[in-house]
């Protein structure tokens, strides 16, 4: 958390830092309150006084947050100095109503332990550099460049008026604070800099392969909840032919990740959720559903027998090794 912490606090008064202590028991809180001494109208240590886990932490520093942009921070990860000077720079000039933006994106860098060479997610050829753009600006999203929450800050009252809500004691929250909002985001701005760190690779870490298998049901709530978003923006997006595309394949993209943890455990148990999981699609938008079986890998998911689903696996392994990812 210290490096996190002292990584932002740069910015001097023109950002709050919220730490948000999530009723932990190692010392957190007296830290962030050593902070919020120090650096009073800068940095804000609020306390949880029941564990509520990532979504609940997230919603609580919204709630606190005073400042034109939200962005979070995870206390294991940190920001470039040169690329948080520019970024602050921008947003300083889109700060006065009217002129605001609904999302900013940067890039991020995975700081994957033990890696000699640093991946970095660039979204270059899929959106306008340095010029406010909208949907209809984007082009295509490559299945390893959609928007992360490490990528996006968010109008904070864009984000509030929008509706979001991130359910307590679940890991994998960010995709939804990634994904919920869209439907409410009209100018948008990306900054080509290497702004975020994301530390991977420490085995307890939430995205490890056996941590999400052993998590299955907490992506799979995560899924769940995209699926009735999705739906239910639909309306909002009619007419935005681009967002509507970007927001399927997003839940594409969560969904075969459910699916291929479920293929790794491989239990009966596991067979019968994955079953569960695209039953729900298909009763809640046959149209989805359709969409995702005609696909080759959503072809594959939905067949029974060992082979297909090696298959999956196989290609999944090498989706993985092309962007760095787990």
Same mark, same amino acid.
């Given at each position: 958390?210290?490096r996190?912490?002292?990584?932002?606090? +740069?910015?001097?008064?023109s950002v709050?830092?919220i730490?948000?202590?999530d009723?932990s028991?190692?010392?957190?809180l007296?830290a962030?309150?050593?902070?919020?001494?120090k650096? +009073?109208?800068?940095?804000?240590?609020? #306390?949880?006084? /029941?564990?509520?886990g990532h979504?609940a932490?997230?919603?609580?520093?919204?709630?606190?947050?005073?400042g034109v942009? %939200?962005?979070?921070?995870?206390?294991d990860?940190?920001?470039?100095p040169?690329?948080?000077?520019?970024?602050?720079?921008?947003?300083?000039?889109y700060?006065? +109503?009217?002129?605001?933006?609904?999302?900013?994106?940067?890039?991020?860098v995975?700081?994957?332990?033990?890696?000699s060479?640093k991946k970095? =997610?660039?979204?270059?050829?899929?959106?306008?550099?340095?010029? &406010?753009f909208t949907?209809?600006?984007?082009? #295509?999203f #490559?299945t @390893?460049?959609y &928007?992360? =929450?490490h990528?996006i800050?968010?109008?904070t009252k864009?984000l509030?008026?929008? @509706?979001?809500?991130? +359910?307590?004691?679940t890991?994998?929250?960010?995709?939804? %604070?990634?994904?919920y909002?869209?439907?409410?985001v009209? !100018?948008?701005?990306?900054?080509?800099v290497?702004f975020?760190?994301y530390?991977?690779?420490?085995d307890?870490q939430?995205?490890?392969?056996? $941590?999400?298998i052993?998590?299955i049901?907490?992506?799979?709530?995560?899924?769940?909840? =995209?699926v009735?978003?999705?739906?239910? /923006?639909l309306?909002?997006m009619? @007419?935005?032919?681009?967002?509507? !595309?970007?927001?399927y394949?997003y839940?594409? $993209?969560?969904?075969?990740v459910?699916t291929?943890?479920?293929f790794?455990?491989?239990?009966?148990? /596991?067979?019968?959720?994955? #079953?569960?999981l695209w039953e729900?699609i298909k009763?809640?938008?046959?149209?989805?559903?359709?969409?995702?079986? /005609?696909? %080759? =890998?959503?072809?594959?998911m939905n067949?029974?027998?060992? %082979?297909s689903?090696m298959?999956?696996i196989?290609?999944?392994?090498?989706?993985q090794?092309i962007y760095?990812f787990?």
């Open positions: 958390m210290k996190c912490i002292e990584s932002l606090l +740069p910015g001097g008064d709050e830092i730490i948000v202590d009723c028991s190692d010392g957190t007296a962030a309150r050593q902070y919020e001494e650096y +009073p109208g800068i940095v804000q240590a609020v #306390h949880r006084e /029941a564990n509520g979504g932490a997230v919603m609580t520093g919204l709630k606190n947050a005073q942009y %939200f962005k979070v921070v995870d206390s990860d940190w920001v470039n040169e690329a948080y000077e520019k970024i602050l720079s921008l947003l300083r000039t700060k006065e +109503p009217g002129k605001q933006l609904d999302m900013v994106l940067s890039n991020f995975y700081e994957k332990q033990g890696a060479r970095v =997610m660039r979204y270059t050829n899929s959106i306008p550099e340095n010029k &406010i949907w209809n600006d984007c082009g #295509h #490559h @390893g460049t &928007i992360l =929450m990528s800050i968010y109008r864009m509030i008026d929008s @509706g979001l809500q991130l +359910p307590e004691h890991f994998y929250v960010d995709n939804i %604070f990634a994904f909002p869209l439907p409410h009209e !100018k948008m701005y990306y900054l080509n290497d975020y760190r530390f991977i690779g420490r307890d939430s995205v490890q392969e056996t $941590i999400m052993k998590r049901d907490q992506q799979l709530r995560v899924n769940y909840l =995209m009735d978003v999705y739906k239910n /923006a309306p909002l009619e @007419g935005n032919r681009k967002l509507v !595309k970007y927001m394949k839940l594409e $993209i969560i969904t075969s459910s291929i943890m479920l790794l455990d491989g239990s009966k148990e /596991a067979l019968e959720k994955k #079953h569960l729900y009763e809640n938008d046959i149209h989805t559903w359709r969409k995702m079986r /005609a696909r %080759f =890998m959503g072809f594959m067949l029974h027998g060992k %082979f689903r298959l999956c196989a290609t999944y392994r090498l989706v090794k760095g787990n």
